[in-house]
């Protein structure tokens, strides 16, 4: 992050390119996995705003998956705590302080993108297993990985919706608001 630059980037909904600029801060609360135990961290988020069409945009980090509350870290964790057959499903839900039909969702969704990551192909050739610790054994496995997934598909990996662009915040000019 201190390296990004928001006045080189190109705005994702109009496409203007270097018209983003630095707008505002707010801060998100993520839940991580820290010594054993669920931890709830407070950070920071950086928002731009296009000169061009006027909307803002968080820009979040690799780990940090738009719309949950939990680390990709965290959910990687518990399916890696999963697939690689640590623990059962029951213990998992317990340790990690989560509910089953959140691991099923987490479960089902890495399943789909894992399909759009590797293929239908070799997602069928590849088990779950094997997945989960290509992608844990990389030295850096978010960088790249996440922007490659990012590209391909317009959503972060683990996200489980697109942000259909209705949703996207317009800010009125200074002129135009309220007191």
């Given at each position: ?8 980037e190109s705005c ?29 961290v407070q950070i ?53 302080e989560i509910s ?80």
């Amino acid at each position: 992050m201190a390296s990004f630059q928001p006045e080189m980037e190109s705005c994702p909904y109009c496409d203007a390119r270097a018209s983003c600029h630095i707008f505002a801060y707010y801060r998100r609360y993520l839940i991580d996995f820290v010594t054993g135990h669920p931890v709830v961290v407070q950070i920071r988020i950086l928002r731009v705003i296009c000169a061009s069409c006027g909307s803002t945009h968080a820009i979040l980090f690799d780990p940090i998956i738009p719309y949950e509350q939990h680390s990709l870290f965290f959910i990687l964790r518990v399916l890696a705590t999963y697939l690689l057959r640590i623990s059962t499903v029951e213990k998992i839900c317990k340790t990690f302080e989560i509910s089953t039909s959140t691991f099923q969702r987490w479960k089902k969704l890495y399943e789909q993108h894992r399909r759009e990551w590797q293929g239908t192909l070799k997602s069928m050739e590849i088990s779950l297993r094997d997945s989960i610790l290509e992608l844990i054994r990389k030295e850096d496995p978010f960088s790249d990985f996440a922007i490659r997934f990012f590209e391909k598909t317009k959503i972060s990996f683990l996200q489980s919706h697109k942000n259909p662009s209705p949703y996207q915040r317009r800010i009125r000019s200074p002129e135009t608001d309220f007191p």
